[in-house]
């Protein structure tokens, strides 16, 4: 029976193989820097975990080292080892110590999830799409969708992320989150951002072809560059959608036939030969069953060998009754 503890031995192997340890904690680069409170925290747990473990892994790695050198048998012993009957003060040490360091490892890791998921009444929220091979941003609120995700320092932002075909994953490094999106379920992650800057948003699900181009930027900026362009985000809707609305407005006014023809001399007689009264390239207009809303929408979009956007605006509606009238 071996009762004297050999810690000199102990202590040196200990020392090495702490360093060891730490060494490849410390001098590998493992986490990116914490860009949200959400980070912070997961990034906390994460390290409190590994340096628990890494000091169980020091005592029990060294007791074996030892044990292993100590007790290692001759190259001619050939018996049986003495049997042995355990030793139960040290059995009720090993049970009662781990027991103890997961009870405190579940109450930080629910403390950590339990504020990473506390939702401000104030919070931001920003829909997000994943399809192969891009992600898409909506923010309801202003009615805009975007490429890249911005969202404001200092504040929560609510990202409800959501699947258009099959399942990819959110994930930014710097913000600690990660959330499958999943079709017909919406996810949903929270952040508090911290610090400003641009990180990748990265797809963590193997989704098709395209799954390691799945890439896209998340800007984090200050809170009043954050209403700066949402304002001018939201003024570019409206404006293109003010102009679109206007644009159908002006194709679909009734149209100057004396214009029109001279809109289908320069465009289209190329192909529509003599005025539309017999077939070139394309064939003739003089006879032609289609309606005006065909005629402007053929003219408008194209069909077949004839491309779209010959004529806009008034001259699309100056052309069409031109057609109208000789057709
Ligand atoms: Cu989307 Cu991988």
Known sequence: MYTKIPIIPLAVIAVVVAAITAAQALIIDWLPPA???????????LWFLFWMSAVFFVIVTSILIYAIWKWRASDDDLEDGPPTHGNTKLEIVWTVVPSIALVIVAVYGYIVLERNEAVA??????DVYAQQFMWTYGYPEAGIETGTLVVPEGRQVQLNVRARDVIHDFWVPEFGIKGDAVPGITHTLWINPTKTGTYPVVCAELCGVGHSVMRSEVKVVSAKEYAAWLAKATARVKASTAAAAAATKLESAPG??????????????????DLGKTAGVGPAIVGSTLTTDQIRDQIKNGKGAMPGGLATGTDLADVVAFVESIK
């Open 35 to 45: 860009s949200t409170e959400q980070a912070e925290r997961t990034f906390g747990l």
């Open 256 to 273: 100057d036939v004396e214009a029109g023809k001279a809109v289908f001399e320069a465009k289209c007689s190329g192909c529509h030969a």
């Open 121 to 126: 009444a104030d919070r931001i929220t920003v």
